[in-house]
Every structure is written in structure tokens, then in C-alpha cells.
């Protein structure tokens, strides 16, 4: 049981991974976009930054850190058994 919430958890984090990834990739096209004067979308990420981008990134850090301490418990529970 353990291990299918651990991997659901994994699962969910890969996600969200490429999530920031591509958003990060948006934020630089936007930011070269605004140095030749081409909009492409910097004021819109912007406002996007707080209510969707920065959760998503806690969301990611969070995660990680819960993953591996679940997977380190686990790891260690099976071991003394």
C-alpha cells in the first residue's frame, strides 16, 4: 500500500516537474522577447507568477522532500522485517 501512495506521489511530482520546466523555458523566451522588443508574454507570466508558478515550485520542493523521506522509511522498514 505504501508503495503504490510512494509512487503516485512520484508519479504526480514528474508532472509537475515538467510543469515548472516548461514554465521556466516560457519565462526566458518572454524575457529575450522583451530585450528585442517582441511581446511574448513576460506581463502575462508575471501575473501568473504568484497564484500558479510559485505553488507549483513548493509544491515540487515539498514533494521531493516528502518522497524521499517516504522512500527512506519505507527502504528502512522493509530492512528490519
Given at each position: 500500500?505504501?508503495?503504490?501512495?510512494?509512487?503516485?506521489?512520484?508519479?504526480?511530482?514528474?508532472?509537475?516537474?515538467?510543469?515548472?520546466?516548461?514554465?521556466?523555458?516560457?519565462?526566458?523566451?518572454?524575457?529575450?522577447?522583451?530585450?528585442?522588443?517582441?511581446?511574448?508574454?513576460?506581463?502575462v507570466?508575471?501575473?501568473?507568477?504568484?497564484?500558479?508558478?510559485?505553488?507549483?515550485?513548493?509544491?515540487?520542493?515539498?514533494?521531493?522532500?516528502?518522497?524521499?523521506?517516504?522512500?527512506?522509511?519505507?527502504?528502512d522498514?522493509?530492512?528490519?522485517?
Open positions: 500500500m505504501g508503495a503504490k501512495i510512494l509512487s503516485l506521489i512520484n508519479n504526480l511530482l514528474t508532472f509537475n516537474f515538467f510543469f515548472v520546466l516548461l514554465s521556466f523555458f516560457w519565462f526566458i523566451i518572454a524575457i529575450v522577447g522583451q530585450y528585442i522588443h517582441i511581446p511574448l508574454g513576460l506581463l507570466w508575471q501575473s501568473l507568477w504568484e497564484p500558479l508558478f510559485l505553488p507549483a515550485i513548493s509544491v515540487l520542493m515539498g514533494g521531493a522532500i516528502l518522497s524521499g523521506t517516504a522512500s527512506y522509511i519505507l527502504k522498514s522493509t530492512r528490519s522485517s
